[in-house]
C-alpha cells in the first residue's frame, strides 16, 4: 500500500517524473478554477438569483465573517488568500471520497509548499500594514534577546502547519487501507465517513491558524489606528463649560 501520493509514479524519464501528487493537484486545481468561472460568468443582482451563485455567495461570506471573528480587522484583503488556502484544502480532502482518487494534501511536498505559502504570506501582510521597520520591530520586543525565539518560533510554527495537515490526512488513508483488507465492507464505509469530517476540520484549523499568524503580524497597525481615532475624536468632542452657581 502507498502510503503518500509520491510513490505513486505515473511517468518518468530519467530524473522527470509525474506523480499522483502532481496529477490530482491539477485536477483539483482545474476543477476550482474552472468551477469558479462558470459560476461567476453570469453573475446577476436581480431578486432571484442562480443556486450556484447563491452557494457561492454563502461560502465567501461564510469565510469572510470567520476571517473577520478571528482577526478582529477588515477581512477583505485576507479573503483572496485564506479562502484560497480553505477551498483548495478542502476540495482535496472530499474528492478522496471518489475511487481512484488520491488527496495531494496527503504528501507532505504538498503541505509543506501550503506552509511555506502561509510563511511567506505572514510578513507581507505585515510589512503592508507597519512597514519593514514596525514589522521587524515585533522580533525584538519585549526585549532584543528574544530575537532569536522569535525567528525560531516562525520557524516552528511552519513546520507544524505542514506536520499537522499531513499526518491527519495520511492517517486517515492507512488506517482506511487497513481496515479495507480486513472488513471490506462496513467498516471501510464509517472511516471514509469520517474522513469527510476530519478532512473539513482539517482545513478549516489549517485556514485559521494562517490567519491567526498573520493577524499577529497586523495587529500592531489596527491598535495604532484604534488608538488614533480615539484621540481625534477626544479632541473634536466639544468641552462642557461649569454652569455658574446662582448663589
Same mark, same amino acid.
Given at each position: ?37 462558470? *459560476? ?26 470567520? *476571517? ?34 488520491? &488527496? ?10 501550503? &506552509? ?65 483488507? $480486513? ?9 471514509? $465517513?469520517?474522513? $469527510? ?6 482545513? !478549516? ?7 491567526? !499568524? ?34
Amino acid at each position: 500500500m502507498n502510503i503518500t501520493p509520491d510513490q505513486t509514479v505515473y511517468w518518468q524519464w530519467e530524473w522527470l517524473h509525474i506523480n499522483a501528487t502532481i496529477v490530482f493537484t491539477w485536477v483539483v486545481m482545474i476543477l476550482l478554477v474552472g468551477g469558479s468561472w462558470l *459560476i461567476t460568468r453570469k453573475l446577476t443582482i436581480e431578486a432571484e438569483i442562480p443556486r450556484w451563485q447563491n452557494m457561492l455567495e454563502v461560502v465567501v461570506t461564510t469565510i469572510n465573517d470567520q *476571517i473577520r471573528d478571528v482577526s478582529g480587522q477588515d477581512a477583505s484583503r485576507f479573503l483572496p488568500f485564506i479562502g484560497t488556502l480553505f477551498l483548495y484544502i478542502l476540495t482535496s480532502n472530499l474528492l478522496e471520497l471518489i475511487p481512484g482518487f488520491v &488527496a495531494p494534501t496527503g504528501s507532505l511536498s504538498t503541505t509543506t509548499a501550503l &506552509a511555506i505559502s502561509v510563511f511567506v504570506a505572514v510578513p507581507l501582510f505585515g510589512i503592508a500594514s507597519d512597514g519593514i521597520g514596525g514589522y521587524l520591530k515585533q522580533y525584538v520586543q519585549p526585549t532584543f534577546l528574544m530575537l532569536p525565539f522569535n525567528i525560531i518560533g516562525e520557524l516552528t510554527r511552519t513546520i507544524s502547519l505542514a506536520v499537522r495537515l499531513y499526518g491527519n490526512i495520511m492517517s486517515g488513508t492507512v488506517i482506511v487501507g487497513i481496515l479495507l483488507s $480486513l472488513t471490506p465492507f462496513f467498516f471501510p464505509l464509517v472511516m471514509q $465517513l469520517l474522513g $469527510l469530517i476530519t478532512g473539513t476540520v482539517q482545513a !478549516y484549523i489549517f485556514a485559521m491558524l494562517a490567519m491567526v !499568524y498573520i493577524a499577529s503580524a497586523t495587529a500592531a497597525h489596527e491598535k495604532a489606528k484604534t488608538n488614533e481615532s480615539n484621540e481625534s475624536a477626544s479632541k473634536d468632542k466639544p468641552e462642557s463649560k461649569p454652569k455658574p452657581n446662582p448663589n
